[in-house]
């Protein structure tokens, strides 16, 4: 805590109202005994920056980023970690008084909720990834790491699914991966092990991105949304004899790396998860 009060952190995104972000930060605030307080941050579509540099200039210590604007957060970011290097996409930034520093935890939070949350390891699967946009960006290098057989990435603008193939092409033969791009059209039926909806189709309310059958019975059909705005894709995947899981558990879990990046105490995400998924059904 600094004289002027706790220490200051927002989610800075747009939209930012269905966030359950400040949910999260504070439970792992009052568990770790930090003192601090989460906002969210409304940034218009055309200032970004200059919301964010406001808020940095009001004392504020950091913010995480969020659609559509993790590009620009990793352009505004003047140090960064090798993982957002690898993205190309910052979701975390700390205000330090040499530069804002930038970072990407969303890989890391996505893979430790399917394999330590749903038990689902990906070593030599066959993966789908869909969208290239910021959160894609920013799970491949993670989904890489853990070294699934193959993974193909499909996005609605293919030449944005081939661009982010070509970034990641190094790092998938350092990892034996066989690394491929596709449009949502050409994908082959029931070949994947594990899908992960990365497009912002369902906040849009667009429905899912894809047709027909691409998970194999029994597999995992992850959706980095969640709440009432996941449920469709979430439908569409139990409808296709596999496991549907929703974007809560990838979101506490980035949002724990964050909250170390910047406190330094890792909080424990097992109670806030369970916390969150009472809430959200209850609500239902
Ligand atoms: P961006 O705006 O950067 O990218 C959007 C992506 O979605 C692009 O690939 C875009 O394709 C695609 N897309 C948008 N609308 C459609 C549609 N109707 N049909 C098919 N594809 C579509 O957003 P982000 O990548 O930052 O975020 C994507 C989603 O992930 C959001 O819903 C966000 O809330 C969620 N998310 C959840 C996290 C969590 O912790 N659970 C963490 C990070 C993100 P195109 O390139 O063709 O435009």
């Not at 369902?202 to 969640?226: F, H, T």
């Not at 909250?259 to 998924?277: E, I, K, M, N, S």
């Amino acid at each position: 805590m600094s004289a002027s009060g706790p220490d200051r952190y927002a989610v800075a995104g747009n939209p930012v109202a269905h966030s359950q972000s400040p949910t999260i930060h504070a439970q792992f605030a009052a568990q770790t005994g930090q003192d601090l307080v989460y906002e969210r941050l409304l940034c218009p579509l055309d200032a970004f920056l200059p919301t964010v540099q406001a808020f940095a200039a009001a004392g504020a210590k950091g913010c995480n980023v969020t659609v559509p604007f993790k590009f620009e957060a990793f352009a505004a970011a003047r140090r960064r970690s090798p993982r957002a290097e690898l993205a190309g996409a910052v979701n975390t930034l700390r205000f330090d008084e040499q530069g804002w520093w930038g970072d990407n935890t969303d890989g890391l939070g996505l893979v430790r909720d399917i394999q330590s949350n749903a038990s689902q390891p990906l070593a030599g699967l066959r993966l789908l990834l869909l969208g290239a946009g910021g959160a894609a960006a920013g799970v491949l290098g993670s989904l890489i790491a853990a070294r699934p057989a193959e993974l193909t990435v499909a996005n609605r603008s293919a030449d944005r699914a081939l661009a982010l193939v070509g970034s990641h092409a190094r790092w998938a033969q350092e990892h034996d991966v066989r690394l491929q791009a596709s449009t949502l059209e050409d994908l082959p039926e029931a070949r994947f092990d594990v899908l992960v909806n990365g497009t912002s189709a369902s906040l849009a309310g667009a429905g899912v991105p894809v047709r027909g059958q691409v998970l194999r019975e029994g597999g995992l059909g992850v959706d980095m949304m969640y709440g009432p705005a996941a449920q469709g894709f979430l439908d569409w995947v139990a409808a296709q004899g596999a496991r549907p899981r929703d974007g809560l558990g990838m979101l506490v879990e980035q949002a724990a790396e964050a909250f170390q990046l910047w406190r330094g105490v890792r909080p424990d995400t097992a109670p806030v998860l369970a916390g969150l998924r009472r809430q959200l059904t209850a609500k239902d």
